[in-house]
Antibody, heavy 123, light 107 residues
Framework: EVQLVESGGGLVQPGGSLRLSCAAS????????MNWVRQAPGKGLEWVSY????????YYADSVKGRFTISRDNAKNSLYLQMNSLRDEDTAVYYC????????????????WGQGTLVIVSS | DIQMTQSPSSLSASVGDRVTITCQAS??????LNWYQQKPGKAPKLLIY???NLETGVPSRFSGSGSGTDFTFTISSLQPEDIATYYC?????????FGGGTKVEIK
């Protein structure tokens, strides 16, 4: 069974930093691209970032470019999101999501999702 | 960015009703269109991918159709467990954007 478990969320002041993690199991992590998707309270879904299986291709939403960094450790079956210079509008539940197709170089349908981790940016 | 316009934003229907949600893309996205279901407090769940393909394990009362710019998602017979918000999503171009969502309630 595919499992994705996020951690690392919490309360942080504006301008602060936070590192999210996503632990994957139940599939060959090194074969699949991964994504971060967020959802502000009471709002819709927003794609945040993508990383290919080998980390060779990375994309970001304009809203986080230059502030967030996605990475992965295939030996540890883990995905990360380093979030710097956090703003109030970054407050959201952050989900990691696995692509549908393996060996992709662009985001594909998000077939599996974690339960999410809540990030609150507030003074 | 490609804009995804979903309608209606909410609807109320009776158990057993046929429910239809539409999603319009601001440009041609071929069939690179997915539908997700999100229940309150839960993560989204993929129901339909590539416009019309039913994800494994998803009940056959859910279906999708369309190509180009206009897409339709249908629940053939609404069940109480279908209460949720439904989102369309395109992945033809970056960023892979979502529609605004349709909240489905029981009348």
């Amino acid at each position: 069974e595919v499992q994705l478990v996020e951690s690392g969320g919490g309360l942080v002041q504006p301008g602060g930093s936070l590192r999210l993690s996503c632990a994957a199991s139940g599939f060959t992590f090194s074969s699949y691209s991964m994504n971060w998707v967020r959802q502000a309270p009471g709002k819709g879904l927003e794609w945040v970032s993508y990383i290919s299986s080998s980390s060779s291709t990375i994309y970001y939403a304009d809203s986080v470019k230059g502030r967030f960094t996605i990475s992965r450790d295939n030996a540890k079956n883990s995905l990360y999101l380093q979030m710097n210079s956090l703003r109030d509008e970054d407050t959201a539940v952050y989900y990691c999501a696995r692509d549908y197709y393996d060996s992709s170089s662009l985001p594909t349908p998000f077939q599996h999702w974690g339960q999410g981790t809540l990030v609150i940016v507030s003074s | 960015d490609i804009q995804m316009t979903q309608s209606p934003s909410s609807l109320s229907a009776s158990v057993g009703d046929r429910v239809t949600i539409t999603c319009q893309a601001s440009q041609d996205i071929s069939n690179y269109l997915n539908w997700y279901q999100q229940k309150p407090g839960k993560a989204p769940k993929l129901l339909i991918y590539d416009a019309s393909n039913l994800e494994t394990g998803v009940p056959s009362r859910f279906s999708g159709s369309g190509s180009g710019t206009d897409f339709t998602f249908t629940i053939s017979s609404l069940q109480p467990e279908d209460i949720a918000t439904y989102y369309c999503q395109q992945y033809d171009n970056l960023p892979p954007g979502f529609g605004g969502g349709t909240k489905v309630e029981i009348k």
